[in-house]
C-alpha cells in the first residue's frame, strides 16, 4: 500500500484531472507523489546569514535518525551548498536510473545537495528567480527520498526565493525552525523570518539561540561573547517557543570542516544534548 492510497486531499495535483500535455501540470504530480512518501518537512532557515544554519540542520538530522526516525537531508543553498563538506562527502556523486536520483547516505541519514552535482567544487551556481524555484523542485521531485519521516531543508539567508519556493512547493505538513545568534543585529533580521513564517501560514515549531556562550576547550568556563538572553526575548515578544540555547564550541567548527558531525563525534557534549532535545521537541510538535 503506497501513501497515495486513500488520500482524500483536493488540493493534491494526483487528485486532479489535468491536460497530459501541461508540463507544469505533470511536474507537480512528479513533486507531489516524492513526497507522498515524506510525513514531515521541516525548514531550517534564518533572516541572518552566519548563525550556523547547516551546522543545525546537520547535527538536528542526525539527532532526529538517532530517535530512530527515517530522516532526509536536502541543501537548498544553491550559491553557497555546505551540507557535502560537512559531512565528508565532497567530490561524491549520487547515482541515478530510470528511478531517479539516488540520494548519498551517511549514519542513516539520506542527503542532496546541489554540490554533489556540480563538476568542481568551486563552480558557481549562477541563476535567478525562476531558475532557483525550478531547481529546488527538481531536488525535491526527481531525488528518490523514498518513506520518510522527516525532510529537512538547510536554506540560505533572507526571506527570498529558495525559502519561499520551499514553502510553496512542500505544501502541507510543513514547519520552520529558526535559527539566531543572541546579538541584536541578528535578532532584527531574525524577526523578519518569523513574520515571513506569519505571512505564509508557515508554522513554527520554535527558535534555536546558537553560539549562545563560548566554552573555553581547557577550562570549560563559558562566556557570552555574543550577548546573551537575546533569542529568549524575541521568543516572548513572538510568542515563539525557544527550543535551545546552543553553545559555541570550537570542536563543532573542527567537526564541520573535517567532515565529522558533531553529535557523532562527540554525543555527550553540551552541544549534541541540545540538538536531541531540539530533536524531541519537533518529534512532540509532530504529535500536536
Known sequence: MSSCDGCSDSA??????????????QMRQALDKRMCGVQNKIIVMS???????????????????????????????LHGPSIPKMLGLEGERPDADDEGIHPLEVSGLKLMSIGFLLASNSDATIMRGPMK???????????????????????????GDEPLSAVQLLGSHSAAVVVTTPQDVALTDVEKSLSFCRELKLPVVGLIENMSGFICPH???????????????????????????????PLVVIGGDDGKPHILSHPESTTSQAFVTVAEAICVFERT
Not at 16 to 25: E, S
Not at 141 to 149: C, K, P, R, T, Y
Open 133 to 159: 524555484h525550478g531547481a529546488i523542485q527538481q531536488l525535491l521531485a526527481d531525488v528518490v527520498w523514498g518513506e520518510l519521516d522527516y525532510l529537512l531543508l538547510d536554506c540560505p539567508p533572507g526571506t
Open 12 to 25: 493534491c495535483s494526483l487528485n486532479q484531472q489535468g491536460n497530459p500535455n501541461d508540463q507544469q501540470f
Open 219 to 249: 577550562c570549560g568556563e563559558r562566556s557570552d561573547i555574543f550577548k546573551s538572553g537575546g533569542a529568549e526575548k524575541l521568543a516572548q515578544k513572538t510568542g515563539v517557543r525557544l527550543l535551545a540555547q546552543i553553545p559555541f564550541e
Open 47 to 77: 533572516g541572518k546569514g552566519g548563525v550556523g544554519k547547516s551546522t543545525t540542520a546537520v547535527n538536528l538530522a542526525l539527532a532526529l535518525v538517532q530517535q530512530g526516525k527515517k530522516v532526509g537531508l536536502l541543501d537548498i543553498d
